[in-house]
């Protein structure tokens, strides 16, 4: 864990106060709702179709327990009960009364936790791998990485206005769970030859209405420097990112446009006027950085302990050991990931009184800590092997122990049409429809691993693109319609699906991703070929001809 110092605490107290000030002028009129926009956006406050939706940092994925019950409490006091883990990392609340915002804020600063740049064209949530610093076979813990561009990036008066949002991923592993190559800026920790840290630098990438997988645009990055070349490719994209066209201001509009090449000229040159100034960062300000994290004080623990193999017997608790618990770094633990997708719940979703119990139970398990990784999930990073079949236990009683993390049900999603006002169509009720369909846990584990992501507009919060299976819900002559992708990837081979064929309506999708699967277990080679390995062999015509055959 980070520990914060005081100015972070009075930066975050201060912003409360000022927003406290902006929402008194606002529900007193002196400020109009145009006029209060952008301060709300800039404080993670959106209108929705119902309400105000706040949505709440969480930098790099981490969170203490005492910051997961204020979560819990803001869920409860403020909102309905509940609170709902997105794709970025963040916490997002949807029935927010307005005038109640700032006691909210105020709640919620008190543990270090705030909503500063979690929307408006700023620089968003920097997001790392739910799993770094246990991970094994990492470079070493992204998350120091992680921390000293928040610091830097966060109310940085340069790039407040950018022309569009603009996100930062940051993975320190081999196989990417941090999704960096659709990102704006994608970092992937590395050494050089002379054993120096650096990063592979990437740009352009990110969904939407134009999707881009990012493209390297440096293969080294000295660690040292990369706080300067951020700063250079934000200083290219803000002089000459589209400003007059909302459609085409992501930094991705502009690197395909100009191209790679250019687009790297462009900000080499200007990275050549500042990376030797202020902006180079000396060695001991990464080791305070450093300092600042915390790691458990890990026993030495067997690698087969007595409870994990009396728990063996247990058919059911093997299921979910198998599906839920990965290898840690310290011989002996085990990091959990704790599935928030239920058969028949909406995908993401966590209650006050799950949220409080989560809390206690990493207090017990796993040292206070709990991480939120982008496929809506969250995971215990620090947990004993002795400890697993209680935590499983507990975990059940909760409902959180759905052993399908990673199967067809492990569903990414949008709040759809239920909640968004940018939404055309929803998302919320797909998901729950077809984790009842293959809520079979032996099908799911012949299907093996498929991801599918759902949107309900273009906009791709659901990260529908990049899906095994992408599911974008569209408005047609004032009818819910949805197109279906396949062969979308968002790890190391990151890749965009492809179209499959026409559009179906609302009540046939889960018929047609069926008919998918079903030719999917028909075509693959041998059990072990996964879905997005058969997609990439056939291309799409048999799965289309699959679908389309009786429609």
Not at 305 to 328: G, I, Y
């Amino acid at each position: 864990m980070y520990a914060y110092d005081e100015i972070d605490r009075t930066l975050v107290n201060e912003r409360v106060s000022e927003f406290r000030d902006q929402v008194k002028r606002r529900l007193s009129g002196e400020l109009t709702e145009d006029e209060f926009k952008i301060l709300r956006l800039q404080n993670g406050v959106y209108l929705q179709l119902h309400a105000y939706m706040f949505r709440v940092a969480i930098p790099y994925g981490t969170l203490a327990t005492n910051q997961l019950r204020a979560l819990a409490h803001v869920a409860r006091k403020y909102d309905r009960g509940y609170g709902h883990f997105t794709t970025r990392q963040n916490i997002q609340f949807n029935w927010i009364k307005l005038a109640e915002l700032p006691d909210a804020l105020e709640d919620l600063a008190r543990v270090g936790i705030h909503a500063m740049q979690t929307s408006g064209n700023n620089m968003r949530n920097v997001t790392s791998d739910q799993w770094a610093g246990v991970a094994p076979g990492e470079i070493e813990d992204p998350r120091i990485w992680s921390e000293l561009i928040r610091q830097h990036t966060t109310l940085h008066p340069e790039f407040s206005f950018l022309p569009r949002k603009f996100k930062i991923a940051i993975t320190a592993s081999d196989h990417d769970r941090a999704a960096i190559k659709i990102h704006d800026i994608g970092l992937k920790l590395i050494k050089n030859e002379k054993g120096e840290t650096g990063f592979e630098v990437l740009v352009g990438g990110g969904l939407g209405r134009t999707p881009f997988i990012g493209k390297t645009i440096k293969h080294f990055v000295h660690g040292r420097d990369i706080l300067s070349y951020i700063e250079a490719i934000l200083r290219v994209y803000n002089q000459y990112g589209r400003r007059d066209n909302i459609y085409k201001a992501r930094i991705k509009i502009l690197v395909h446009e100009l191209g790679i090449e250019k687009f790297s000229r462009e900000v080499e040159e200007e990275w050549q006027h500042i990376r030797n100034s202020s902006l180079q960062i000396d060695d001991e300000v990464i080791e305070d950085i450093r300092s600042r994290f915390t790691y458990p004080a890990y026993e030495k623990l067997p690698h087969m302990p007595d409870e994990l193999r009396q728990a063996a017997a247990d058919a059911d608790f093997e299921v979910w050991r198998k599906n839920s618990v990965a290898p840690h770094k310290v011989q002996g633990y085990s990091i959990v990931t704790i599935s928030l997708k239920p058969i028949g719940a909406p995908p993401g979703d966590a209650t006050a009184d799950q949220m409080d119990a989560l809390a206690d139970l990493a207090d017990k398990y796993s040292f206070g800590e709990i991480r939120v990784g982008h496929e809506q999930n969250l995971a215990l990073p620090h947990v004993a092997k002795r400890d697993l079949p209680a935590l499983w236990k507990a975990l059940d009683k909760l409902g959180l122990a759905t052993p399908n993390v990673n199967l067809i049900t492990d569903i990414i999603a949008c709040p759809g049409l239920d909640y968004c006002s940018l939404a055309n169509a929803r998302s919320i009720p797909i998901a729950q429809e077809l984790t009842r369909r293959f809520a079979n846990h032996e099908l799911a584990n012949l299907i093996g691993r498929l991801h599918i992501n759902i949107s309900g507009c273009i906009n791709a919060c659901g990260h529908h693109h990049v899906g095994h299976i992408g599911i974008l819900g569209v408005e047609k002559n004032g009818e819910e319609v949805y197109q279906i992708t396949i062969g979308g990837r968002a790890d190391e081979g990151a890749a965009l699906g492809n179209l499959i064929g026409p559009g179906v309506k609302f009540d046939e999708v889960a018929d047609v991703i069926e008919d998918v699967v079903e030719a999917y277990l028909a075509l693959r080679e041998r059990p072990e070929e996964l879905f997005i390995d058969t997609v990439k062999r056939l291309g799409v015509e048999p799965f289309k001809e699959r679908v389309y055959a009786t429609r």
